[in-house]
């Protein structure tokens, strides 16, 4: 399915190119341009199709797919700004009554290039692997012995291709710089299709877990279930690091204790079954948890905010969406949950949305990855 709507995405921009190739070429060598842009489209959309998922198991194919990605990427930044040129063409030729002269047409041609370029390679060499660490205060409120505690949050790492186990080495390492004292990972994590990367870092993970004092805490995310469950759950069980199943586990005693929950991965869907079954995840995570006790609550899909929210949940941390990987000024532009990206608040409870370290899709713009810590005080 996934590999038939990415087939259908490389036609569309491939059309849309053909369709405005007046817009991006001069005139003199608009056909032969255009050809040459469609034979390659062509080429290399029957290759993905012939090729995936294969090619993704091979040390070659990360490049491969990430040079396809920054040239179809290329072509909707002349698309974009085509579209626009050509609107205000048509506007100002309205408006005056007079066309753009031949001249004017060729510098609009050639300025185009330059930001569609520019964003591009932006995108696919600088902003993708440019990870922000993100600082959030939560006001800790009665809780006092939350004072000070800090929780590092990794997501949606998408180990594989494009995020190499020794990648995911240094951003342990920033962590553990920040003195964290839990991390918690909201799934996503072990995307490799090569099983043996997917082991590595789940060494690496329980080498580094001695350094956070409360532990290393897990929920499953979509690519998990992917990737072979059962292996991950049986290497996983050797570690130091929890995954926490639709179950809860303490953190420290007393009249106002400390849990952590975690859930596993369902869709966003909102149909009743798949309602009812993300609520009866909640409910049996919080099976065992007090109701004076602080509850923070992993999840790996952000729709769970709609579940935390009702049982009160104090923290709930999430991921999947990637922020949308697609941003303007802070906007996403792809909205596609209800829940996008950042901090959500009701009535009393918080809800955080991560954009992830890395994702499956190698490409961001006004959307950089992130790894967020949440630091608990007590405020007055």
């Not at 909201?186 to 099983?195: A, E, L, N, P, V």
């Not at 059962?230 to 929890?242: A, C, P, V």
């Not at 790996?300 to 009702?310: Q, V, W, Y």
């Not at 499956?360 to 990855?369: A, D, E, L, M, S």
């Amino acid at each position: 399915m996934f590999a038939v709507m990415t087939i259908g995405c490389l036609l569309c921009i491939t059309a849309l190119s053909f369709l405005l190739s007046g817009e991006i070429f001069s005139h003199s060598i608009k056909k032969s341009a255009r050809k040459k842009m469609l034979g390659i489209n062509l080429v290399v959309t029957v290759l993905f199709f012939v090729l995936y998922p294969g090619i993704l198991t091979k040390d070659f194919g990360g490049v491969l797919t990430k040079i396809t990605i920054l040239w179809f990427m290329l072509q909707i930044f002349l698309i974009i700004l085509a579209v626009i040129i050509k609107v205000l063409r048509l506007i100002y030729e309205k408006t005056s009554g007079t066309p753009v002269d031949e001249s004017r047409r060729r510098f609009l041609r050639g300025c185009i290039w330059v930001p569609a370029i520019a964003g591009s390679l932006y995108g696919g060499l600088y902003e993708y692997g440019r990870i922000e660490f993100t600082n959030v205060d939560i006001d800790a409120g009665e809780y006092t012995r939350l004072s000070k505690l800090k929780i590092a949050q990794l997501s949606d790492v998408h180990l594989g291709q494009f995020f190499s186990v020794r990648h995911l080495q240094e951003v342990l390492i920033q962590i553990i710089q920040q003195k964290a004292d839990m991390l918690v990972l909201t799934g996503d994590i072990f995307d490799s299709t090569k099983g043996s990367d997917n082991d590595e870092a789940i060494k690496l993970l329980n080498a580094y877990a001695q350094f956070f004092p409360f532990g290393v805490y897990m929920c499953w995310g979509n690519h998990e279930h992917l990737r072979g469950i059962d292996h991950l759950k049986e290497e996983l069980s050797k570690t130091n690091i929890k995954v926490l199943n639709n179950e809860s586990v303490k953190i420290f005693s007393g009249d106002k204790p400390l849990y952590i929950l975690g859930v596993d991965f369902l869709n966003g869907d909102m149909t009743p079954n798949v309602v009812q079954a993300r609520e009866k995840y909640v409910a049996k995570a919080m099976e065992n948890v007090p109701e004076n006790a602080y509850k923070i609550l992993l999840a790996h899909h952000s729709i769970f905010l709609d579940e935390a929210f009702k049982n009160k949940i104090n923290l709930t941390l999430t991921g999947h969406t990637h922020g949308g990987q697609f941003g303007f000024m802070g906007i996403p532009l792809l909205p596609m949950f209800k829940y996008m990206s950042g901090k959500f608040e009701q009535d009393g409870c918080i809800g955080y949305v991560s954009r992830g370290a890395g994702s499956w899709f190698p490409f961001r713009i006004g959307c950089p990855p992130e790894v967020t810590f949440f630091n608990f005080k007590v405020k007055g």
